[in-house]
Nanobody, 115 residues
């Protein structure tokens, strides 16, 4: 069973930065497609960024040029560096691991962008 633990959310002013972390355990981390999603109450969960083990990362159009996803295999951790944050980025962010069979989710971390 894969277990994901997120951290790094919080309150930040518009234009500020945050880095989310997601530590994985219980699986072969190097084989996962890792991603970050976000979900606002009443709306569908949407992909923010994802990275596989080959190819380039994918980003939602709304975060391109501002967010960067990267992986540290030595720490079994995926990060989401969020710069130039906007109030509309406020929501709960979820870490996802996909091993081509199942999806695994973290518990979510709240990001609030407000002055």
């Amino acid at each position: 069973q894969v277990h994901l633990v997120e951290s790094g959310g919080g309150l930040v002013q518009p234009g500020g930065s945050l880095r989310l972390s997601c530590a994985a355990s219980g699986g072969i981390f190097s084989s996962f497609v890792m991603g970050w999603y976000r979900q606002t109450p009443g709306k569908q969960r949407e992909l923010v960024a994802a990275v596989g083990r080959s190819g380039s990362p994918n980003y939602a159009n709304s975060v391109k040029g501002r967010f960067t996803i990267f992986v540290d295999d030595a720490r079994n951790t995926v990060y989401l560096q969020m710069n130039s944050l906007k109030p509309e980025d406020t929501t709960v962010y979820y870490c996802n691991a996909y091993d081509y069979v199942d999806d695994y989710w973290g518990q979510g971390t709240q990001v609030t962008v407000s002055s």
